[in-house]
């Protein structure tokens, strides 16, 4: 069985990181353990959840469900990588003023992929919003302020 | 020093300028929406290994063998403990001191008494060898047939259930009540195993410094967490410090420290290093609690008028083979209608699973759905409105014990959430209503009830010389909004804006705070933080009103009162005085207080205490798939002083989903022949998501209660779930003429 | 995870050649090996990732059908204006699949090979008996816990539910996979699982799907998928009918129908029983709630999944009648 690690270079919000590891790493592990920007959640692992999204080339996608290896030469944003000069991005906000979360262990994942559902154009409609928020699970049951603040933040963003 | 205040001394929130009562957004919640709000798993400290356990795949046998070679040699594994070289423990697992002792699996022998318990773990330089290490010990069983239903083993009554309660109890005739009654419903309800499933899973991070032990893990209750440890490490608790900041919610299952976390503390002591244990999804469904299946059966006599002559309530549930918790569903028939006669009861098997423990509303979501669709059935049979017919058996005193409840708006509850909803416009026979769409609508209720329960807490209260605040307490944050809500008590004792107060929480080296369960926590922990802020201040005041020197010189204690940092005269507020000037006139560069939280003996002794709510829930069901949707849910509740009601609306919405799962979704789902749970995952145990969740409303009724305790809270978290699973399942009757009596209600249950 | 080496390919042939060795496989979007290999059903040495490769995410449509690369991503495609326009079946039944995150990983050719959810089969330390995973070991789901099971095409092997909802589309469109130069349609794709229920794919060792090309019809135009589920969204199938109808210039007469079932058979379940009972029928909604009972024919339940006979004829009604009505 092999038990080489291999170089692997990733792109995480605008920063370079070089790392050696073996090919199983996820990219949620990568982060995680290695490199420790740990806003990015793990509640599942098999991708049944949604705590561990992030951008990936700006889309949102499973860090759970990715190897490390695979995002090489891609751009990844976190959760981390929001924020601008401290200054929260309108999802972010939206979140924090619309009390959007509870105990806030969905939340960073719920953010990542508010920020691509409005992006992605499917924040329409309350019903929208609900549909194409339905990959991420929340325990504490945030749902209706989760939509209400993505419904503020894709107002926010258009204007 | 210590200082309780009377109940007639006006509580600080009275007066103008309080931050208690105000909407304020999470003072957590800046951490929590960029990422940096570091959960137990979140950490790294130097020279970490990774820890994963190796689970059971049986139901119940010993362990033949482990192939511990093979694990070892995968690169990166360091060591693999098993009960041979597990380091010894100062306490037997399996003693039970007290009924709050739960017994631990930590790898004591051999045996296997239920699915996904711990048989081995594995400690890596990475988390990738340790759970491919675990993989490899490919363990071989000798098996014994498991015994999973209700039906599988005999019953017998319990010595108590929930924390302590009588099985059985009565009130009245009961069989004299059905038989004077004209009409007479019985029905039997089931409910599944239910696992919390927090989105956190369990974690701890351990190192030790000899005898000293430093955690990071979540819990709900610091100080018995490291109780627990204390006694079975042989150390003395303040040996050990427990960081708790943000729990990635609880729901009961983070109330008692558990194996697995211990186990993260063993292998730290194994190896000499600082270890990780984090569960993996599938390994949640066992050594972490749940909640225990039950089989409800009520009887129900009515008089020509809708009165209840009877109420028998009797639940048949299930523990495990090793411990007792056994849920108490009939309970919830204790509180809520008026009946000459109430019988509760309980039976109970002994089951191959994980013990079952707390979970948000234990026992009373059980018993609410069952006894709130046999009110439906009771009001139905006796032909009348569901609302109406609780109104007729409203409960003036409570029913089982005839005290009078220090507090009880349930009549404006229902009058606000009936007319917020358009009940009144709802017909008495099932299946009359459709939408444009073709679907079959139906509107059902629930009346929710949860006790106001107090434990017991600390906080320590300081006042310094810059005239800020700083209070202290070891309170624990899931989600409820502690962080927030003691910071508003807290500012509001001091009587400081909050912008003056630093208050630390989630700690165990504060004072104890108690546990956040049974939806007590505020009030209890609350009082502590005013009860400390009563005595910092009047040690202020002793300073101030004792010194010549200063504007308040003379007015006494009771004469002063504290706002914005300054000390007023209550009889003329022009002579005041900043918190600065008279620590720096006293020369003191801080002064502290402390403060206690704990239930009235007298109030207790004389008062029923409860908070109350109404729920009612339109669904929506496909005619020809069974297919149903919540659509609408309009609650509200009464629940004494609210403390900030932007966080008090969350927990509502988040207890009413809760039932909605409850109704709809929650169920783990047993093999039989083997006795495992076939959809321990996240995609297959269904919550609900985002999309299942529809327009929720939860109103606040407005109610002061003199005598829960001086700040007058009730409690919010678990009300919720209450009532609204009920509703749910009478408003898929009323929409189909099916009546539930099995939960979830499934595709289907309705294919007819 | 067991380790294993890692490739990236750098172009189809490469990626053939290295996927061709033992212990090898491909990886694309990686929302069912990665998961696999978690639980230990997939126990790869080697893995090729051709997610890196360029060209094959294209997706073109014109009049004579659409040709979509292989690794097109789900959620791409389930937006693209001209699939939802032409094949509003497929993209229905892309964007309720899984949830958005996993629709922008997945891949069109990935989601081909998807694997059954089957609990039995995914859980291979607890239930080592599983003719899919392990030929001849048994099959543990038969008198077990049964409600997501299959009805039709099962066999005494297996009887494990296909899960998916794209290729249930493809299969009522006529949809032919391209597997390089070699083109297979999407019915014979996947296999029944008869005797050797291992064997899913119609694929050989070295082959790579490359794209899957869709016949532009006027059935496929008008066309939907309806999806039956316990939960709303972020869940498979109870029931699911992809359907597709074309009218004579009447606008009543049924002259071409497609039907195809999902959640209820060991495979994408091509009904050409009510297709056939149909065709050449003016639409009453009598006439087609009782050819949708053929939907069902020669189903076989195991207990707990028996509501699926009932259930998947009415959805195949009610997606027949909801065409209709759009007419």
Redesign the interface.
Known sequence: ????T?PIHLDINGQHHELQL?????LL?AL??RL????????????????C?VHVDG????AC???A??AQ?RAIT???G??REGE?HPV??A???Q?A????????GQ?M?AV??IR?G?AGS??E???????????????????AAVRQAALEVAS | MTLELSLNQQPAHARQGSSIGQPLTRRDGFLKVTGAARYAADNHPPGMLHAVLAVSSITRGRVASLDIEAAKAHAGVVEVMTPRNRPALAADPDAKDHPFMFRLDLLQNDQVRYPNQTIAVVIAETLEAATEGAALLSPRYEALPARVGLDDAESFVPRGVGVGGPAVQHKGDIEAGLKSARTRIEATYETPAQYHNAMEPHAIVAAWDGDRLSIDTPSQGLAMAQGRIAGLFGIAPQNIHIRSPFLGGGFGSKGMISGPQVLGILAARLVGRPVKLVLRREQMYGPVGHRAPTRQTLRMGMDGEGRLTAIHHHAKTASSTFDDFFEPAADASHTLYASPAITTSHEAVRLDTGTPLFMRAPGEATGSIALESAIDEAAHACGMDPLEFRLRNHAEVEPMTGKPFSSKALRECYSQAAKAFGWASRPLQPRLMRDADGFLTGWGMGTATFPAIMFQAEARAVLKADGSGLMETGAQDMGQGAWTAFAQIAADGLGLDIEQVDFRAGSSDLPNAGIAGGSGHTATAGMAIHNAGAAVIARLADLATGNEASPLFGAGNEGVLARGGRLYRRDDESRSESYAEILARAGLTEIEGHGKGAPDPASQETYAKHAHGAVFAEVKVDPDFGQIRVTRLVGAFAAGRVINPRLVRSQYYGGMIWGVSFALHEEAITDRRSGRIQNANLAEYHVPVNADVPSVEALLVHEDDPYVNALGIKGVGEIGITGTAGAVANAVWHATGVRPRRFPIRIEDLLV | MRDFSYLRATSVDAAREAAALPGAMLLAGGTTLIDLAKCGVTEPDTLVDITHLTGLDRIEVNERGATIGALARMGHVADHADIKSRFPAVSEALWQAASAQIRNMATMGGNLMQRTRCPYFRDPSNFPACNKRQPGSGCSAIGGVTRGHAVLGTSEACIAMYPGDLAVALVAFDAVVHLGERRVSVDDFFLLPGTTPDREHAIELGEMITAIEIPGTAAARRSTYLKIRDRQSYEFAAASAAVGIEFEADGRTIRDLRVALGGVATKPWRARAVEDALKGKVLEPETVRAASLLAVEGAVDHGANHYKIELAPRVVARAILKLGETA
């Open positions: 069985m092999t038990k080489t291999i073996e090919p199983r790493v996820t592990d995680r353990d420790a920007p740990t806003g990015t959640k793990k509640g599942c692992d098999h991708g049944q959840c949604g705590a999204t889309e949102r996608v499973l469900l990715t190897l290896a695979q030469g976190t959760i981390e929001l924020a929260l972010q906000a979140f924090l003023e009390d979360f509870q105990c806030g262990y969905c939340t960073s953010i992929s691509a559902c992605e499917h309350d019903d919003i609900r549909e194409y928020m339905a990959g991420n699970l929340c325990r504490c049951g945030a749902y209706p302020h989760i939509v």
